[in-house]
């Protein structure tokens, strides 16, 4: 039996003022360069898994405009799926038999230059096919009929527990949702996929 879409949530990092941001030093460099082409390669190669020569472990640097001291268990800089995660949260994907991610080392420093310990690289190493979109919905969705929405082929999909659709959504299984929410893993955002674009239930942050 295919599973029902309200069973896959979209994933990410909250973009919250009230936590520590960061980016790599080398994304940092192509921007800085105008090399937005190298820019785009290297951060799609740390979030989806084709390291190719990349060196590790990968430099991270608190961003310049953020502030904020305190560290949640999933690191986001806001515009991209570079994310960081935190041992404990690590620590809870492998005890559970989450699929679909790897790790990646780092060294995260703050705006005065302390290391940040207990924090990973994050890669989605999971797959799904293209995100697709729909103006006339399957009736599980519960939209009207000239609502628009996202879906994606089951079919093409991996079996995982987090993984990729094309071209950049994140999504995850219910059974790592109820993990997320129960373990009060913080710095995270998430949304029923069947909920998706309905802004009066879409985003939980966590």
Excluded at 73 to 86: A, E, K, Q, R, T
Excluded at 136 to 158: A, H, I, M, Q, T
């Amino acid at each position: 039996m295919k599973p029902k879409y309200s069973e896959f949530y979209d994933f990410g990092g909250a973009i919250v003022a009230t936590t520590l941001a960061s980016t790599p030093d080398m994304w940092e460099k192509y921007i800085a360069d105008k090399e937005f082409d190298k820019a785009h390669n290297y951060q799609w190669a740390l979030c989806y898994g084709d390291y190719g020569d990349i060196t590790f472990p990968v430099i991270y640097h608190q961003e310049k405009y953020n502030y904020v001291k305190k560290a949640r268990d999933v690191i986001n800089p806001g515009f991209i799926h570079l994310l960081l995660i935190s041992d404990r949260f690590k620590n809870l994907l492998e005890e559970n038999g989450i699929t679909g991610w790897q790790t990646y080392p780092i060294e995260l420093y703050d705006r005065k230059g302390n290391l940040v310990e207990g924090y990973n690289g994050f890669t989605i190493i999971g797959r799904a096919g293209d995100m697709l979109t729909f103006d006339s919905p399957p009736e599980e969705f519960g939209y009207s009929p000239k609502s628009k929405g996202y879906y994606f082929n089951v079919d093409l999909w991996d079996g995982t527990d987090i993984f990729h659709v094309r071209p950049n959504f994140i999504l995850i299984t219910s059974r790592l949702a109820e993990l997320l929410i129960k373990h009060k893993i913080s710095g995270v955002s998430i949304a029923r996929l069947t909920d998706y674009g309905d802004w009066k239930k879409d985003k939980r942050i966590l």
